[in-house]
T-cell receptor
Framework: GAGVSQSPRYKVAKRGQDVALRCDPISGHVSLFWYQQALGQGPEFLTYFQNEAQLDKSGLPSDRFFAERPEGSVSTLKIQRTQQEDSAVYLC????????????FGPGTRLTVL | AQSVTQPDIHITVSEGASLELRCNYS??????LFWYVQSPGQGLQLLLK??????LVQGIKGFEAEFKRSQSSFNLRKPSVHWSDAAEYFC?????????????FGTGTRLLVSP
C-alpha cells in the first residue's frame, strides 16, 4: 500500500516568507508526528497528533511554527516569517495506534531559507 | 533526560566485511529501541525494533541488533556488508509520553563501503 507522502519535496523561501508543508499519512493511521532534521543531525520531535487532536507541541521551536490536522488525516506544518535557522528537512511519520508502535516516515521536505 | 549516543560519526567498511554500529541510550524505564536507515534524499526506513522478549532482534536486509540492558546498548550488526548498505544509520529510543510514544534519535552514523 501507499506509504507516507510529503509535499513539496523541496522548498526555497526568502527570509520572512510563510511556508506550508503537507503530509499525507498512511490511510487509517491514528497517530501523526512531525520531526525536524537539521543538517548532520538526527531528527528531533516537533509535535504529535492523535486523530485531529494535537496532544503535544512541546518540540515546536517558536510560535512561528503551527501544525494542524483538521480531519484526522492530512496534516500541514506552517512556518510563519521564516528565518535562516528554520532551514532543515521536515519529516512526517504516522503509526497505526497511539501506543508504542512503529512509526513510518515520509521522504521529508527540505526547506532552505535564503 | 532521555538520550541516544552514537559515538561513531563515520565508519568505513570493505565490501564483504562485517559491520557493527554502536548505540547507547539513556532512559529510565524499559526501552523501546529502533534502528532506522536513511539513504540520500530518502526518508527513514525501519531496519528493526526491540520492544520486549528475545534480546537478539532480526531485521530486514540481513541486519540484527542485540539489546544489552547492563550496558544500555543496542548495537547493530551485519555479517557481510554490501555496497548498497552505504547510508546514514540512526538509533532511536521510544519515549512514552502521556498516551503516546515519541522517538529520540542519535546523531547518526554514516556508513561508507569501500570496494
Amino acid at each position: 500500500g501507499a506509504g507516507v507522502s510529503q509535499s513539496p519535496r523541496y522548498k526555497v523561501a526568502k527570509r520572512g516568507q510563510d511556508v506550508a508543508l503537507r503530509c499525507d499519512p498512511i490511510s487509517g493511521h491514528v497517530s501523526l508526528f512531525w520531526y525536524q532534521q537539521a543538517l548532520g543531525q538526527g531528527p528531533e520531535f516537533l509535535t504529535y497528533f492523535q486523530n485531529e487532536a494535537q496532544l503535544d507541541k512541546s518540540g515546536l521551536p517558536s510560535d512561528r511554527f503551527f501544525a494542524e490536522r483538521p480531519e484526522g488525516s492530512v496534516s500541514t506544518l506552517k512556518i510563519q516569517r521564516t528565518q535562516q535557522e528554520d532551514s532543515a528537512v521536515y519529516l512526517c511519520a504516522s503509526s497505526l495506534s497511539s501506543q508504542a508502535d512503529t512509526q513510518y516516515f515520509g521522504p521529508g521536505t527540505r526547506l532552505t531559507v535564503l | 533526560a532521555q538520550s541516544v549516543t552514537q559515538p561513531d560519526i563515520h565508519i568505513t567498511v570493505s565490501e564483504g566485511a562485517s559491520l557493527e554500529l554502536r548505540c547507547n541510550y539513556s532512559y529510565g524505564a524499559t526501552p523501546y529501541l529502533f534502528w532506522y536507515v536513511q539513504s540520500p534524499g530518502q526518508g527513514l526506513q525501519l531496519l528493526l525494533k526491540y520492544f520486549s522478549g528475545d534480546t537478539l532482534v532480526q531485521g530486514i536486509k540481513g541486519f540484527e541488533a542485540e539489546f544489552k540492558r547492563s550496558q544500555s546498548s543496542f548495537n547493530l550488526r551485519k555479517p557481510s556488508v554490501h555496497w548498497s548498505d552505504a547510508a546514514e544509520y540512526f538509533c532511536a529510543v521510544g519515549v512514552i509520553n502521556t498516551g503516546f510514544q515519541k522517538l529520540v534519535f542519535g546523531t547518526g552514523t554514516r556508513l561508507l563501503v569501500s570496494p
